[in-house]
């Protein structure tokens, strides 16, 4: 295993659990302001609202898929 990666899991056990739930929290939130930046770079034009339509239709997307 990548030594990086066992010290991640090794941190992570550590947590407690809200503090695991905190993590995965702000994961999802740095993911979906990566995904707005892509569509805002994709679309130049388009205004703040039709980006953030874009995506919750993306999300709406994303959890269909499940």
């Keep these: 295993m ?5 010290d991640d899991i090794d941190r992570a ?3 407690r659990p809200e503090e ?10 740095t993911g979906v302001r990566i995904r707005w930046a892509a569509l805002r770079a994709k679309f130049p034009a388009a205004s703040d609202e039709d980006i953030d339509a874009a995506l919750r239709e ?9």
């Design 2 to 6: 990548d030594p990086f990666r066992k």
């Design 13 to 15: 056990k550590r947590l």
């Design 20 to 29: 695991r739930l905190q993590a995965a929290l702000d994961a999802v939130n």
């Design 58 to 66: 993306w999300l709406k997307h994303e959890r269909a898929d499940d």
